[in-house]
C-alpha cells in the first residue's frame, strides 16, 4: 500500500517555478510568499514530504565524507530512525547530495537512490545517520519507493514539493491523488522559464483529468487551489 500522494506547490498565474523571478510583482519579498506557502504546507498535514534531487541542492550544505576504510552496507534498505513524526524524503539517483548531519528543516532524512550508487556513499549516509532506499532497477521506480516508505516508515500521507521534472513524473507514474497549489496575483513571463511541471514534449494533457476540490482566498492576495487527479484510460 502506497501514501496518499498531494503534489504541493506555489505560483504566479503563468507557473513560472522560481519564486524570486516573479515575486517582485506582487510588492512583497520572497520570503512572505513562501511563510504563506509554508502555511497551506502545515495545514496539509503530511507524515513526510519528498522533492527531487535539485530541490535538495537548495539545503544540502555537505561534503563528501564517506568513511575509511568503507563499511560493509545494507541494501537495498537502511533505516536509521524509525517512528519519525516527519520526514524529509530526497532523490538522489546519482547520490550528489551529501549533508552535515541526519535532519533538514528538523525532519529526519530519508535518501532515494539510484542502484548504482557507490557503497561508500551509502556508507557515509548510514554514518551520519541517515536513512536510505537504493532502487533494484537501473531507474528508480517511484511506485515501489512509496511502498517502501510506508512500510518501513509508516509513511501515510506524502506531500511531494518538486521540482518540475519530479511533479511530472509523479503525475505521468499515476502516484498523484491531489494537487495543492497556491497561487499568487503576479506574472514572471520571462521566455523560456520552467514551469511548475514539464513533461517533455509528451506533456501531461491526455494523461491527466482535474476536479476541483476547493479555493480559499488566503494572505498576501493568494488562492490555494486544491484539486482531486484522476487518470483518463489509456
Not at 503534489?7 to 506582487?26: N, Q, Y
Not at 541494501?75 to 551529501?98: M, S
Amino acid at each position: 500500500m502506497r501514501p496518499y500522494v498531494i503534489c504541493h506547490m506555489m505560483g504566479p498565474l503563468d507557473g513560472e517555478l522560481l519564486v524570486d523571478r516573479w515575486s517582485p510583482s506582487t510588492g512583497r519579498p520572497a520570503e512572505a510568499l513562501i511563510a504563506e506557502y509554508d502555511r497551506v504546507h502545515e495545514a496539509l498535514e503530511g507524515d513526510a514530504w519528498i522533492a527531487g534531487r535539485a530541490v535538495g541542492a537548495e539545503f544540502a550544505e555537505g561534503q563528501p565524507h564517506p568513511p575509511e576504510p568503507v563499511p560493509a552496507v545494507e541494501r537495498p534498505l537502511h533505516v536509521a530512525r524509525a517512528g519519525a513524526e516527519e520526514y524529509a524524503v530526497l532523490i538522489d539517483p546519482h547520490g550528489k547530495l551529501h549533508w552535515t548531519g541526519p535532519e533538514t528543516y528538523g525532519a529526519p532524512l530519508v535518501m532515494v537512490l539510484g542502484r548504482d550508487v557507490p557503497d561508500a556513499h551509502l556508507a557515509e549516509l548510514a554514518a551520519d545517520g541517515i536513512s536510505y532506499i537504493v532502487s533494484k532497477q537501473p531507474e528508480i521506480d517511484l511506485g515501489r519507493t512509496l511502498e517502501a516508505l510506508s512500510a518501513n516508515f509508516g509513511v501515510r500521507r506524502l506531500i511531494l514539493e518538486g521540482g518540475a521534472h519530479t511533479n511530472a513524473a509523479f503525475l505521468k507514474a499515476g502516484l498523484v491523488d491531489e494537487i495543492s497549489l497556491v497561487l499568487f496575483p503576479a506574472i514572471g513571463g520571462h521566455s523560456g522559464s520552467q514551469t511548475l511541471f514539464e513533461a517533455g514534449e509528451d506533456g501531461l494533457a491526455d494523461r491527466v483529468r482535474l476536479s476541483l476540490v476547493s479555493a480559499e482566498v488566503r494572505q498576501a492576495g493568494a488562492v490555494a487551489l486544491r484539486y482531486r487527479v484522476a487518470y483518463p484510460p489509456a
